[in-house]
Nanobody
Framework: QVQLVESGGGLVQAGGSLSVSCAAS????????MGWFRQAPGKEREFVAA????????YYSNSVKGRFTISRDNAKNTVYLQMNNLKPEDTAVYYC?????????????????WGQGTQVTVSS
């Protein structure tokens, strides 16, 4: 069982930066692939970024590639999402997710564990 708690969301102006974190419980965090997803009002939850546990490969959606960076610190059981050059369309609730046997990292249904989400609002 893994519990995930996101933090670090907030309000930022367009062009600014923000970092969100996800702290995980459990002693086997290093064996979980981690993903970040987001959901804007009235829209479906969408993939943002992911990092595999096996080789730390990273993946990004086209909309955030080059602006967002996912990383993890296994010693702290934490995964991070550094968001730069934020745009109003990045406004959403950001969720982290974890899974040990993930296949497609961009598939919402592939993750077993989810955090409660943290709000990120980008003003124009």
């Amino acid at each position: 069982q893994v519990q995930l708690v996101e933090s670090g969301g907030g309000l930022v102006q367009a062009g600014g930066s923000l970092s969100v974190s996800c702290a995980a419980s459990g002693r086997t965090f290093s064996r979980y692939s981690m993903g970040w997803f987001r959901q804007a009002p009235g829209k479906e939850r969408e993939f943002v970024a992911a990092i595999r546990w096996s080789d730390s490969s990273t993946y990004y959606s086209n909309s955030v590639k080059g602006r967002f960076t996912i990383s993890r610190d296994n010693a702290k059981n934490t995964v991070y999402l550094q968001m730069n050059n934020l745009k109003p369309e990045d406004t959403a609730v950001y969720y982290c997710a974890a899974d040990r046997l993930i296949g497609r990292v961009d598939f919402v249904g592939g993750y077993d564990y989810w955090g409660q989400g943290t709000q990120v609002t980008v003003s124009s």
